[in-house]
């Protein structure tokens, strides 16, 4: 192929994540190959058409310069362990990463972390300076994890890829294998046999014997060991082949968007892939960088799933604002994104696949995709400040939890449907739940459970459905959902500081909800308890000194009896339990719930 080519196709073919990592190999290679030719910086945006996806280069990119290109370069390190150092070729130091060495500087560092204070670890979390962090050893290589995954189970497979990688380069093949790459994606659907066949004759005219090799699980997590052939006549339990060149784009793209790690107390396994809809390379490696740092230790399976949700959007709003230091690339993906965007239009979700550690094996047992949030709307730069504040809240609360609590993994994993499918029914779901787990956690001594604050609650609901604004701002709305704060978590924290005027109401929160499948029975349940909460007001007014609670007056409950029947009393009981077991912001968590 020669003269210019500003734009690739890389088909979605799998439907895994497969196509994102083929896609981001070859904006790898593309960038090198404009390195060679003097270009540092070219405006490269990926987009997602639907059936695969483009990726559009300004400048084009001279095709006729780059099949003369002789000098290699090495985008993925071909792995050197004790047991495979002795058969391994001569190789340039850029070409290979010492397993053992990357190993031991980890455990160097780990333990080093370790021993620091909790201040010094708090600032790290944070990103502030401390002068504990500067005594640090060197980090551990920022893919050490993929390293990790892919020895020992696929390393003669790696390191084959990588090792003819090697061999075209020393034959000064670069160049002329790229352009074989541009013109296999200068076109859908992609033209893999051609490109296969092209191939074949170079092959032999050097004396190289790979052409297909083994699909490693890795990046094909659809196609490990049996019955998956497109066009099957038996039941067999080899593995199936592909071209060996979108084998080595693949290894190269999980170093770029892949995020792996074992799971927390086991040897299970969670790979992510982000799934791009219109994105600049550049400011997907800002971001790719900042949520990695976010994501340093092991999380258990669940919990896994949303941190890796959240801390995206973290890292994403973050690197969305103007930065005096960032690239030209990432200034205009900010003009991409506009004064007004949907994170979510940009980078859609992840690709996930969770590998089962068999011992001696991995095999991959479950394929899923996770959402990137739709209510994170930015429309004027306080937006920003605002979600990070809902996402570090929503963090807060969902670390508290351990899945080898039953209860507890049910929050998880309620919560977990909410952030991934944005969904609003899942998380009413969860905060009707999450009431009787605050009460019950109340009871305990210690660090009293976080709660939502209402503020970040309203802004979270308005974003998901514009029209419960209506019921949020209600007076009646607002005052039941007092009274409901003041019988629960209110009470609860008076009763530990041994004000003991107001009554527990345990379980509140879940029966209202129980009667909220019918609407006179709900009524019923909410006049008994509001009626309770006046008399018991009354009381404490007569006999005790105050501060006192304000009383439900009759036009709340009328208020609230006109929004049961605009919208259901399913949806107002979880709305009212849901702001009822929220705490007013800007009051310390340990003096909050003092009016």
């Known amino acids: 192929m020669t003269g210019l080519a500003h734009v690739f196709y890389i088909d979605k073919s799998t439907g895994t994540f497969a196509d994102e990592l083929t896609a981001a190999g070859l904006i790898t290679v593309l960038k090198w190959l404009y390195h060679w030719q003097g270009i540092e910086r070219p405006a490269i945006i990926q987009i997602d058409k639907g059936y695969c996806y483009s990726i559009h280069c300004d400048p084009p990119l001279d095709l006729d310069r780059v099949s003369l290109e002789t000098q290699p370069f090495y985008p993925a390190p071909i792995i050197q362990t004790t047991k495979n150092q002795v058969s391994l070729p001569d190789m340039p130091l850029l070409a290979v990463v010492s397993y053992e060495g990357e190993k031991e500087k980890r ?45 020992p189970a696929a390393l003669i497979g790696y390191n ?118 219109r994105m600049t390379p550049a400011f997907a490696s800002a971001v790719y960088a900042d949520f990695r740092n976010r994501m340093r230790f092991g999380e258990s399976a669940v919990r896994s799933d949303i941190l890796v949700v959240i801390r995206y959007l973290q890292a994403f709003l973050s690197r969305s604002q103007f930065s005096q230091s960032e690239s030209e690339e990432e200034r205009r993906q900010r003009e991409i994104l506009g004064d007004e965007y949907t994170p979510a239009d940009f980078m859609h979700g992840f690709q996930v696949a969770f590998y089962k550690d068999l011992g001696n094996a991995v095999a991959t047992m479950n394929l899923s995709f996770l959402n990137l949030p739709g209510w994170v709307t930015i429309q004027e730069d306080d937006d920003v400040t605002a979600y990070q504040a809902i996402l570090q809240e929503h963090e807060e609360i969902v670390r508290q939890f351990e899945e080898n609590k039953g209860s507890e993994l049910d929050l998880l994993t309620r919560y977990r449907d909410f952030i991934a499918a944005d969904n609003l029914d899942p998380f009413l779901e969860f905060t009707t739940a999450y009431s009787s787990w605050l009460i ?153 719930e003092s009016n």
């Open 440 to 592: 019950s956690e109340g009871e305990k001594p210690g660090f009293p459970p976080r709660k939502f604050t209402i503020n970040n609650l309203r802004r979270l609901l308005v974003s998901m459905k514009l029209n419960l604004s209506e019921i949020l701002d209600s007076p009646g709305f607002g005052n039941i959902a007092y009274a409901i704060r003041q019988s629960t978590v209110t009470a609860q924290y008076r009763k530990s500081q041994g004000d003991r005027r107001y009554d527990v109401r345990y379980g509140l929160g879940r029966d209202l909800v129980r009667q909220s499948q019918y609407p006179d029975e709900f009524v019923a349940a909410l006049s008994d308890f509001l009626h309770k909460f006046n008399a018991e007001n009354a009381q404490v007014m007569e006999t005790r000194p105050g501060p006192y609670r304000r009383s439900v007056q009759t036009s709340d409950i009328e208020d609230i009896l006109r929004l049961i029947d605009e919208h259901g009393s399913d949806l107002i009981a979880k709305l009212l339990v849901a702001y009822g077991y929220a705490r007013e912001a800007r009051t310390p968590e340990n003096n909050q």
């Open 107 to 151: 455990n160097q560092y780990l333990e080093a972390y370790k021993n620091l204070d909790k201040t010094a670890k708090r600032a790290d979390i944070v990103g502030e300076a401390h002068p504990a962090l500067e005594s640090l050893p060197p980090a551990p290589h920022p893919h050490w994890d993929v390293f990790r995954m892919i020895n």
């Open 160 to 277: 084959g890829l990588m090792a003819q990688w090697l061999e075209v380069g020393d034959a000064g093949q670069v160049g002329a294998v790229s352009n074989l790459l541009c013109r296999l994606f200068s076109q859908s659907p992609n033209e893999v046999a051609a490109a296969r066949t092209a191939w074949r004759e170079m092959a032999k005219a050097h004396n190289w014997k790979t052409i297909d090799v083994t699909a490693s699980q890795f990046y094909n997590p659809s196609q490990g060991k049996g019955v998956n052939r497109p066009q099957p006549d038996g039941v067999g339990s080899g593995n199936l082949d592909n071209f060996w060149l979108l084998e080595w784009l693949k290894a190269v793209g999980l170093y770029e968007i892949g995020y792996t790690r074992t799971l927390q107390g086991v040897g299970d396994r969670k790979t992510y892939v982000p799934v791009y809809g």
